[in-house]
């Protein structure tokens, strides 16, 4: 660990050099590997920032203050991404659902799958999606991880078939006498006759071509 820093300027220069070499440290680390506590770091660092030296994150919930030098410190956006590849760093081999990225960034889980679906578009993370098993019904959630540490790829085990039942043949007695429930009506086609083209005249009915010749032969007309 380097000396404690007396000289305000060369403190400075420590702190930056540390910063240039590590952007993103955080006052916790600075105040760690000088020996000197948060404060005096914040109260030295202070200045260079006021001269646009340095630029510095805000603290939230979770996130302490980083440093970087001028020009070097992520949007909000690339912020939250860093976060999220530090949750998946940290679980490694085993992954996360997207509740857990979640709740570990303080962030909804909409807002938390949209990040991880940019590091996937970019290379940078991906997901497995675990299955049941042949007696399941559905998939488990997805997990997410570094491209580095994700599992091959796995499809899933296929469902064994199972026989259709063999249905029992049925034989009827041409001779059995049906069962109709009262609520049922019964209409009755004749079998075996066509009676598309069949006329049935109603009584003293005589057709057109016999009424003409009848009036044809008995001289009705000319």
């Known amino acids: 660990m380097p ?7 060369e403190a400075l220069a420590a702190y930056t050099a540390a910063i240039h070499a590590e952007p993103g440290i955080t006052t916790v680390a600075l105040a760690s590997r000088f020996g000197v506590a948060r404060d005096s770091i914040t109260l030295v660092l202070t200045k260079s920032l006021s001269r646009g030296d340095l630029e510095r994150t805000r603290a939230t919930a979770g996130n302490p203050v980083r440093w970087y030098p001028r020009g070097m410190r992520p949007n909000a956006e690339t912020a939250a991404l860093n976060q999220v590849l530090a949750v998946l760093r940290a679980a490694g081999k085993d992954g996360a659902v997207i509740g857990d ?15 991880l679906r940019a590091l996937q578009r970019d290379g940078l993370a991906t997901s497995r999606r675990e299955h049941p098993g042949t007696f399941g019904t559905g998939t488990r959630p997805a997990r997410w991880f570094l491209t580095e540490f994700a599992p091959a790829e796995r499809a899933p085990e296929p469902r064994p078939l199972q026989a259709a039942p063999k249905s029992k043949a049925v034989t009827l007695q041409a001779d059995a006498e049906p069962i109709i429930p009262p609520t049922v009506a019964v209409t009755v086609c004749p079998a075996g006759v066509d009676h598309r083209f069949t006329f049935v005249p109603p009584p003293g009915w005589v057709g057109q071509i016999t009424r003409d010749w009848r009036e044809q032969r008995l001289g009705h007309r000319p």
């Open 3 to 9: 000396a404690r820093k007396h000289n305000p300027g």
């Open 101 to 115: 990225v979640a709740f570990a960034i303080s962030r909804g889980s909409t807002c938390t799958e949209s990040r």
